[in-house]
Nanobody
Framework: QVHLVESGGGFVQPGGSLRLACAASGNPRSLSTIYTKGWYRQAPGKEREMVALMPPGGSLIYADSVKGRFTISRDNAKNWFLRMDSLTSEDTAVYYC??????????WGQGTQVTVSS
């Protein structure tokens, strides 16, 4: 099983930036099943939604609401990031790191709170 831990959340003023990090761990066989890396978020009273996905092959996918402001990246197979710029109050949510295998089965982190407020 893949274990995911997010970090980097916090409180920021509108227009500010944050960088979230996700660290994956587990036995080598489990880690080798990671096919798509991604970020989701869930705001109070709303369903969890996709923010950014990084499938193998380099075709990054972003929610329309974050295009041009958020950037997903990785430095190796076990660590990936979400750079968030020009944050607004609408971005306030719990952000979850996600790792999916080839058939879409997902492992989730525990979530990290991002609060955008003046």
């Amino acid at each position: 099983q893949v274990h995911l831990v997010e970090s980097g959340g916090g409180f920021v003023q509108p227009g500010g930036s944050l960088r979230l990090a996700c660290a994956a761990s587990g036995n080598p066989r489990s880690l080798s099943t990671i096919y798509t890396k991604g970020w989701y978020r869930q705001a109070p009273g709303k369903e969890r939604e996709m923010v950014a996905l990084m499938p193998p092959g380099g075709s990054l996918i972003y929610a329309d609401s974050v295009k041009g402001r958020f950037t997903i990246s990785r430095d190796n197979a076990k660590n990936w990031f979400l750079r968030m710029d020009s944050l607004t109050s609408e971005d306030t949510a719990v952000y979850y790191c996600c790792a999916k295998d080839r058939v879409g089965r997902a492992s989730w982190g525990q979530g990290t709170q991002v609060t955008v407020s003046s």
